[in-house]
Each structure stands twice: as C-alpha cells, then as structure tokens.
C-alpha cells in the first residue's frame, strides 16, 4: 500500500494521540461534532462514529475515501494500491465470531499492456450503462490477440473483453473477471485459474451506509442496480458459498442494510432457497420475484416501483 495508515490517521488527528488500545477518540471529522464521538484504530483503520447524527463507519478505504473527497472508488484503490490477500473478518467483527483467514491466490489484475481505457461499448448501451459506472467500478477494455499472443493473461484470452477488477468488502484487491462482448464468443464470463470470486461478492466494496442491499446474480446486474442510484451486490451465481453469506452478514451488520434477494426470473426456487438461508442469519431480508428477465433489465420507473413495494 501506497498509503500508510498509522501515519495517514496520525497526520489526520495530530491533536489526539492513541490509548493503550491504539485507537484515537476524538471529535468525528465527518460533521458537526459537538462532543467527541469517533473512534479510529491507528493500526488497521477500522472506525465508527457513535453520534446518532451521524454513525459513518467502515474499513481504512472509506475513511481515505471520505476524508480525501474522492468521487468514486477507482481512484481510491489506485491511490491505495492495496495488493495484499489476507482477509480481515476477525477485524470487523472479532475472532469470536469464527472468521478465518485465507490464503486464497490473488490473480494478478493483466498488464497495462494488455489493456486500454473502455468507451461506452454497445454491451453497455444497450443496457443503458454509462461513462459512470466504467469509473465506479473500475472497467478496462482487453485488446490483446488470442492463442498465446499479446493478451492472453493467466491461460486467458483478453480479446474484445470489458476486464473487470474484483476488491474484497474490505477494499483489498483479489482478482478479476472477463465479459466477452465479440459476438462470436462461446461465453459470456471468464475467470482465471484458481479464481476465489465464488467467496467474494461483486461489487461488496462499495456499499455505504443504510438503506437496501439487493443480492443479485453477477456483475452486469450489480453494475445496473448501481446505476438507477440503488446498491447490489453480485453472486456470480445463484447460490451463496459460506465465504460469501459471511460477507453478506458483515456488510448487512456493519452498513446497517436490508438484504433483498433478487434473482433473474428464471431463478424463483433459488432465490426462495437463499431468503431463507439470509434470514437464517438473523438479518430480516426481502425479496422480489421477477416476471421477465433480470435485474440488468431494470427501468427507472421498474426499480422505482420495486423500492416502493419494499416499503
């Protein structure tokens, strides 16, 4: 990391110094503070707020994020660089609640080489996705050839692909996906070897506080969800691995969010299947069954609709 934390929250708050703890408690920066009321640990950046006015938490990423005035998350991570593959459950949460580390293999995100700046390509039009999501969620387009010559990366080709970089919920870079748009290609999305995106949740690292979560298939639906002003986050499926309803709990805790379950319309058992599986959690989910389609179809009437039903 590009960033050191204990220095970056040190230089923050150079009047208050950290307890025998190593956390720093002192008047919140992120709004009128009329006593102090936010806590920060120098050594990871786990922080939270306690004014009921206020009550902003989260990992070191958002805290760059807020106290930098960054608009999106790409430039986040890039300032960030955070490479690193040890997850910290245990840290949100405490080792009690029996988060383990892993030692799952990062794929490396492909050379620059291999890659350039993505324009609103037809795929993305047609699902009425723009310039802003490219920049949110950090979308490259992959021009390499095929069979072993320039752009094929970790035993896959880039060619004609939107590469997809992954992060974990805490803004830890992990691995990446490929949707191959050349209307010739066999399938749609591609993964590299020993991909851990069956334990991650697309798009997880940018949830904020409060409001509905909706837990939808994969990428192109959490990008669609985003772009109607709601919040998703992508399964890469339509069943939920351990390591993924463990990330769903601690978003839907740390956030305070409403899961929605919102599967494809082809998916109505699965999703019965994994509401019941969330609210097995102890959270309180909703869920909303699709007629036609799935979440990347959505309208702007269609989701505003949707929010008003789960009201």
Known sequence: MSVDISSYIISTFPDASPNHNGK???YCPFHDDSRPS??????DGLF??????????GTFPLFYKLSENLSNWREVFDKLKETSTEFKFEDLFGAKKGFRKTDKVINEFPNQACLEPLSVVKYLADRGLGENIIQEFGLQYGKGGRYGQVGEHKGISLWQTIVAPVWDIDGEYRTFQLRCISENAYVRWKNPEESPIQDLLYGGWLISEGGYLF???????????????GQAVGLN???ASPGQMKRLLTLCRLYHKVPVICLDSDAWSAAQKLYCEVEALGLRPKIVRLETGDP??????QFQ????ELQ
Do not use: P, Y
């Open 24 to 26: 720093i408690h002192t």
């Open 38 to 43: 936010f806590s920060i640990n120098v050594d």
């Open 48 to 57: 939270i707020c306690g004014s009921s006015s206020c009550g902003v938490r």
């Open 215 to 229: 837990v939808v298939e994969g990428a192109s639906d959490t990008w669609k969800v985003n772009s109607l002003g």
């Open 237 to 239: 499926t339509k069943e």
């Open 296 to 301: 990347g179809d959505f309208t702007h009437d």
């Open 305 to 308: 609709q949707i929010l008003k």
